[in-house]
């Protein structure tokens, strides 16, 4: 079966995590997008975990922008996980 390119669900990957809280942190996102990947990423000398959880999902999703419609995050933050679907 052929899928076409812009037919390809966007996929985003996201990670983040403080040490101490707060304290030094860092987020990261994997983006795909009709097979090319894009690796985002950012961090904080004084921050909290929560923000780097919530600030992963929502770089991803700014740098997608409007480009696509159907879009699958992957996450392992309950945080982010719970308060999406409210």
Do not use: C
Not at 19 to 44: M, Q
Request: hydrophobic share 30%.
């Amino acid at each position: 079966m052929t899928i076409e390119r812009s037919k390809r669900p966007t996929t985003v990957f996201t990670d983040g995590a403080a040490k101490g809280n707060p304290g030094p942190g860092g987020w990261a996102a994997i983006v795909v997008v009709a097979g090319r990947v894009r690796e985002l990423g950012g961090g904080s000398r004084y921050t909290t975990n929560n923000r780097m959880e919530l600030t992963r999902p929502i770089e991803a999703l700014s740098y997608l922008k409007q480009s696509t419609k159907r879009i699958t995050v992957y996450t392992n933050s309950t945080y982010i996980i719970h308060n999406i679907h409210k």
